[in-house]
């Protein structure tokens, strides 16, 4: 799940293994798998982004390494 930020401001999170398209329109609109879509003031590379370090997060275990 990543967090985003709809065009009034609330913030709300998405499942991104359900998004199909990301389009800049120049909003950027998500569009997932059934066909909904989603408008939020992220860019495409913020999103890309978020969905690149929650994947590193968990393919790397960083979320359960101790920290002193």
Do not use: Q
């Not at 998004?19 to 860019?43: C, M, N, S």
Request: zero cysteines; charged letters at 35%; a negative charge.
């Amino acid at each position: 799940m990543i967090k985003v930020t709809r065009l009034n401001g609330k913030e709300y999170y998405i499942n991104f293994d359900l998004i199909e398209t990301i389009e800049e329109t120049p909003d950027t609109v998500l569009t997932l798998r059934d066909g909904k879509k989603y408008v939020v003031t992220e860019t495409t590379d913020e999103i890309l982004n978020r969905i690149i370090d929650f994947k590193r997060k968990i393919f790397t275990n960083e979320n359960l390494l101790i920290k002193d």
